[in-house]
């Protein structure tokens, strides 16, 4: 159940997203509504520098940790992390607090480094820690199986072959340096990455060298300045479904019987022939002018 927060004078609703968010997209059109209907909500990308400072601000101050959506009053810190509807937006805007979902109680044990490649020994003790990791977390909802998870896992490794994003033969245990990129630092965060579940993400933590062969679908930008990777998000870059085009009709022209075609025939004698008394008398006309 949702709980009123203590009165406050003035509230400063901030919808924080990105343009590269899937869950975003689909918040877009709820924040609107709610907009037309009278509340104050302020958009911060987390792309435009400027909103960068202030969602950081805001975020150490109430240790806020969500990537995007985020939905906070900047004056209580009241929030809502994730993709919510609008009957659940609407109690944030009038001051309710929103429970918050609830947290694995451990991270899950990691895959193997190639699924596959690996041994049935490595993805059965693999499944048996995740099956007893998904009892002790069966407080969180939709906990996929362990086939499906496998599955999810295995393609990801297989588009990181496919597109390797460090050199080959590098220890893959050790932190990846920071890299520059013209002026920018880019720091890869190795501690934990996003997994996006319903529209919200969840942290997961992780080994060091599992978290660098994962293919990230995009990166979040933390408050410290790292970048943790983003997967599982099935709205990301998601594309319109491309329209049938309708096919163009096969028209042949049907060429005109013999009478129709004696009627154009006689039609164009006529104009021919109309074409020749106007020429006629144009150079009647003319040797007339030229006789005065």
Not at 257 to 263: G, R
């Amino acid at each position: 159940m949702a709980k009123k927060t203590k009165k406050a004078d003035k509230h400063d609703l901030l919808y924080i997203m990105s343009n590269q968010c899937g869950w975003c997209k689909k918040s877009e059109p709820v924040v609107k509504e709610l907009v037309e209907e009278g509340a104050k909500i302020t958009t911060l990308d987390v792309q435009n520098p400027e909103d960068q400072k202030r969602i950081n601000e805001v975020k150490q101050k109430y240790n806020a940790q969500c990537g995007t959506p985020f939905f906070i009053d900047a004056e209580t810190g009241n929030q809502v992390c994730g993709f919510r509807e609008k009957d659940v937006l609407q109690k944030w805007v009038d001051g309710e607090e929103i429970p918050q979902p609830p947290k694995p109680k451990s991270p899950p044990p990691p895959p193997p480094q190639d699924i596959e490649s690996a041994s049935d020994e490595e993805i059965n003790t693999w499944k048996e820690g995740y099956e007893k990791w998904s009892k002790e977390n069966d407080h969180l909802p939709n906990i996929l199986p362990f086939d499906q998870i496998k599955e999810r896992i295995k393609q990801a490794q297989i588009q990181r072959k496919l597109n390797p994003q460090g050199a080959p033969g590098q220890p893959s245990q050790a932190p990846a340096a920071p890299k520059q990129v013209g002026d920018h630092v880019v720091n890869v965060n190795d501690q934990f990455y996003y997994v996006v579940i319903n529209g919200v993400r969840e942290t997961v933590f992780a080994e060091k060298s599992f978290i660098s062969s994962l293919s990230q679908q995009y990166f979040w930008r933390e408050s410290d300045g790292k970048l943790s990777k983003v997967v599982g998000d099935t709205n990301f870059n998601k594309k319109p479904t491309p329209q049938p085009q309708p096919n163009k009709p096969n028209v042949s022209v049907k060429p005109p019987n013999k009478e129709v075609q004696k009627q154009i025939d006689s039609i164009k004698q006529k104009q021919d022939s109309k074409k020749k008394d106007t020429n006629k008398k144009s150079k009647k006309n003319t040797k007339k002018i030229a006789g005065i």
